[in-house]
């Protein structure tokens, strides 16, 4: 057993199909009296769910979050938080709306509900990210943390088959790098495994059938293990590559952790035995050595991009997000050398199975 320290950071989380009726005691709970309900344009549907469930506790609806979080939507949703008078948000939606609600937790302290409609982790991790004049600034800090967390798999029976499928691997992503974590610890291990193995059961079932409601559940239930993880620990080379590739050549983000994380892996498995064991285990007794190929079955048989060349990448733009890569590089298990690591990205370009 090796040395570390453990002091975990989490929401209080209510789980369950149907979760969302307990909306109104939780915002009790949370002493609040008007809610701004922050949503996407394509789900204002589910935001008035909410307001209609809040009745006159509902401050409005705040229905332009965007990928990114620019710093002007982050702004004008905290103009109307304060216009309105709301004393908390509710983030309904994937990790933009809840970036959403993040970058106006940072700079006003409003507490955050988030139900999370995705798989992407986004409400159970202290991490924010906005965007001003193009650049993307990302950090951490315990004010952006939702205080509840509400997990209703009812309320991912519309997300599409494509994108529960990208975003559940970019849940799996999240807890691969926190098995390899220098920080992390062995209830992360638990956790990371546990997410990893939920997940790989659920995404057949909902690309076979996308209102499997046990199958949904079992995606949300990974999807809080992984996100609870990338809370707990730092990440490593495959979300680094992840940031330069969505960042720098505005690739889509799920697409692009789906793409990347076989080949990240295969890059770290002969330093990370430990974690390849508990990767194995969790896809169901494979071998160790073989868990990066079978992600990228797992990616390929759910109909999920494996080629970065299919998300809108340009071969001659490798050498560039190689260099990027190499740069304010994250602690990684296996140290970063410029020739392994642009074979890599061409092989993630190409689409090769690892
Ligand atoms: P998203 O939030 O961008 O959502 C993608 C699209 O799917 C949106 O149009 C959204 O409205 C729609 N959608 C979401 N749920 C739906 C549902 N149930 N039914 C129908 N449509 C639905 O996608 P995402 O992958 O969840 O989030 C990606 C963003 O989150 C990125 O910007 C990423 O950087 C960020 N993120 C942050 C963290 C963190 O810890 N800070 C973690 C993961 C992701």
């Known amino acids: 057993m090796h040395d570390f320290t453990y002091r975990p950071q989490s929401p209080r989380t209510v789980f369950g199909a149907g979760a969302l009726v307990h909306l109104e005691r939780e915002i009790d709970l949370l002493g609040a009296q008007r809610a701004l309900v922050l949503c996407t344009p394509g789900q204002v549907a589910q935001a008035q769910q909410v307001a209609e469930r809040l009745g006159a506790r509902a401050a409005g ?9 620019p710093i002007e939507a982050a702004r004008a949703a905290r ?61 951490r800090d315990a004010r952006v943390m939702p205080r509840t967390v509400i997990y209703d798999p009812a309320l991912t029976l519309p997300l599409p088959v494509p994108l529960s499928m990208t975003s559940g691997i970019n849940a799996i992503a999240h807890a691969v790098e926190g098995l390899y974590a220098p920080d992390g610890n062995p ?5 990371a495994e546990e997410g990893i193995r939920a997940l790989a059961r659920a995404l057949p079932a909902i690309h076979q059938r996308a209102d499997d409601m046990e199958a949904r559940g079992d995606a949300l239930y990974g ?13 490593a080379l495959h979300h680094k590559l992840c940031h330069t590739l969505g960042g720098s050549f505005k690739l889509p983000h799920a697409e692009t952790h789906t793409v990347v994380l076989p080949h990240a892996l295969a890059f770290n498995l002969p330093q990370v035995p430990a974690a390849a064991a508990r990767i194995a285990r969790a896809l169901g007794g494979v071998a160790p050595h073989t868990v990066a190929g079978v992600l990228y079955d797992l990616a390929q048989s759910v109909g999920a991009p494996v080629a970065l060349r299919d998300l809108g990448l340009r071969e001659a733009d490798l050498d560039r997000a190689c260099e990027l890569a190499l740069t304010h590089q994250y602690p990684n298990p296996r140290p970063l050398e410029k020739a392994p690591l642009r074979a890599l990205l061409q092989r993630a370009y190409e689409g090769q199975r690892p």
């Open 61 to 69: 609806i705040f229905a332009r979050a965007e990928m990114h979080v």
């Open 79 to 139: 103009d109307e938080a304060r216009r309105l008078g709301a004393d908390c948000a509710v983030a309904i939606g994937g990790g933009s709306t809840i970036g959403l609600g993040k970058a106006i937790a940072l700079d006003s302290g409003l507490p955050i509900l988030a139900i999370p409609t995705t798989y992407a982790g986004s409400e159970m991790t202290p991490i924010y990210g906005i965007t001003e004049a193009g650049l993307k600034t990302t950090g």
């Open 187 to 191: 209830i992360m291990d638990l956790m």
């Open 223 to 235: 999807a809080w293990l992984c996100g609870s993880v990338l809370g707990n620990v730092s990440v």
